[in-house]
C-alpha cells in the first residue's frame, strides 16, 4: 500500500520574525547604576525620555535563548534589544513608562499589521511630526490610539507626507508576536 505524505507550505511571515520566548536565560536585577545606565541607553536609541518609572522600580536584565538582552519589569518584558539597539515594548507603551512618535493607521490595515507585516503608506493616516529615518516609531489604529506595532522608519516625516505607496515602517514587535505573549499570563 503506498503512503502519501501531505506537505504543508511553510508559513510565510516576516523575515524578522522573532524567536519563541520560553525562557529567559541569566535573568537577575540590576543594581541602581545598572538601570541608570539601561535607561540612558534606551534614551539615547529611542530619542525620547523613559518618563514611567519611578525611582522604586526595580527593573530585571536577562538573555534570550538568542541571545539578545531584555528588560523586565515586575515579570513583563518592557525593552527589548533587536540589532543592538533597545526597543520598548508594547506593554512599555501601554503601561506609559516611555512614549514615542506614532504613526497612525486605519482600520483596514490592522488585521495585516497584528500579524506581523509591515506598514505600507497607503494605509497611513496619520504621521507625527520630528520622526528621521531609522527612528523608533509605535504603530497605532485610528479608532482608539492603541498601539499594535513597534517599527522602525524607514522614511523622515516630511518623505512619508508625500509618498503615497510603499513600505514606510519596518515591523520589528507587534501584538500576538511571542513578546506580547510572554507577558499575557
Known sequence: MLMFRRF?????????????????KKRHLLKKKQQRQEIETIETDL??????LDDKAQLEGGIL????RVLLLDGD?????HEGRMFPTLRSLLAGIVTIPTITIDMGAVKFVVNGADIMRP????????ISEGDIVAVVEERHGKPLAVGVSMLSSGEMQVAS???????IHHINDPLWEFSKV
Open 165 to 171: 505607496t510603499g513600505k514606510v515602517i519596518q515591523s
Open 123 to 130: 494605509g497611513v493616516t496619520k504621521i507625527d511630526d520630528g
Open 8 to 24: 504543508q507550505k511553510a508559513p510565510s511571515g516576516p523575515v524578522h520574525e522573532m524567536p519563541k520566548i520560553e525562557r529567559i
Open 77 to 81: 518584558i518592557v525593552f527589548f534589544e
Open 47 to 52: 530619542g525620547h525620555p523613559v518618563k514611567g
Open 65 to 68: 535563548d538568542d541571545g539578545s
